[in-house]
């Protein structure tokens, strides 16, 4: 399958999708779906409609097993698994109620996919972590919107830098000086790739996300990662 480079392109493409792929799209939207033990009201409906979309039988009733190495397997595509993840979210938050077992089934997914990258990360000072974290909320509320995904890596991100997972909009004034606490030319490269992967995990990078990334590599004087 081609890279997706955006939803109308994603939907487009759902019904071209192998038999391995819609198999396995379709066992992780169900096991999505009965996460919490049952479908509720919304559910059957969005099931249904995920069906037609791949011209398959709307097989409801038998319930799936999450099998993240199946589905990784059909879907190697980096931009394709975000469309597929912002899918899933969508099933699992459909009838407004989040289940804890959907959000462990999807983090399991997400750490798969987007496993923290920088590993030295954990020898950063504490006020460098902040700073650090700040840095990812700014990015996640760069667009006014956090997406399922973001919240994944977040989530992920605050395990690794051993601090509660607070996601609310607490950005900073300014990126640029919220980093000021790195100094070393080594630190900073490491910030910046995490922070560029990060903000290209769901999807080609908006403007707002490049323009801060962009005026924080010019203020360390450093080319942007590739």
Same mark, same amino acid.
């Given at each position: 399958?081609?890279?997706?480079?955006?939803?109308?392109?994603?939907?487009?493409?759902?019904?071209?999708?192998?038999?391995?792929?819609?198999?396995?799209?379709?066992?992780?939207?169900?096991?999505?779906?009965?996460?919490?033990?049952?479908?509720?009201?919304?559910?059957?409906?969005?099931?249904?409609?995920?069906?037609?979309?791949?011209?398959?039988?709307?097989?409801?009733?038998?319930r799936?097993?999450?099998?993240?190495?199946?589905?990784?397997?059909?879907?190697p595509?980096?931009?394709?698994?975000?469309?597929?993840?912002?899918?899933?979210c969508?099933?699992?938050?459909?009838?407004?109620?989040?289940?804890?077992a959907?959000?462990?089934?999807?983090?399991?997914?997400?750490?798969?996919?987007?496993?923290?990258?920088?590993?030295?990360?954990?020898?950063?000072?504490?006020?460098?972590?902040?700073?650090?974290?700040?840095? *990812?909320?700014?990015? =996640?509320w760069? @667009?006014?919107?956090?997406?399922?995904? %973001? &919240?994944? /890596? $977040?989530?992920?991100? !605050?395990?690794?830098?051993k601090?509660?997972?607070?996601?609310e909009?607490?950005?900073?004034?300014?990126?640029?000086?919220?980093?000021?606490?790195?100094?070393?030319?080594?630190?900073?490269?490491?910030?910046?790739?995490? *922070?560029?992967?990060? =903000?290209?995990a @769901?999807?080609?990078?908006?403007?707002? %996300? &490049?323009s /801060? $990334?962009?005026?924080? !590599?010019?203020?360390?004087?450093?080319?942007?990662?590739?």
């Open positions: 399958m081609s890279d997706v480079q955006s939803p109308k392109d994603w939907q487009g493409q759902i019904a071209g999708l192998s038999d391995a792929q819609k198999g396995a799209f379709w066992r992780a939207l169900k096991a999505v779906a009965y996460a919490d033990g049952e479908l509720n009201e919304k559910e059957p409906t969005r099931l249904k409609e995920w069906a037609k979309k791949m011209g398959i039988d709307a097989d409801i009733a038998k799936a097993k999450p099998d993240i190495a199946e589905l990784t397997k059909a879907f595509d980096a931009t394709a698994r975000a469309r597929l993840f912002r899918d899933l969508d099933m699992a938050t459909c009838d407004g109620d989040y289940h804890d959907e959000d462990e089934l999807l983090d399991d997914l997400a750490q798969e996919w987007w496993p923290p990258t920088g590993p030295r990360v954990e020898r950063f000072t504490e006020p460098q972590k902040l700073a650090f974290w700040q840095g *990812l909320i700014h990015l =996640a760069a @667009d006014r919107d956090v997406s399922g995904l %973001e &919240r994944h /890596l $977040l989530a992920n991100w !605050a395990r690794r830098l601090r509660k997972p607070d996601m909009d607490t950005r900073p004034p300014s990126l640029a000086e919220t980093m000021g606490v790195f100094e070393s030319p080594d630190e900073r490269a490491v910030v910046l790739k995490a *922070l560029h992967a990060f =903000a290209l @769901d999807g080609p990078m908006k403007d707002v %996300e &490049r /801060l $990334l962009t005026s924080l !590599a010019k203020r360390w004087e450093m080319p942007l990662p590739t």
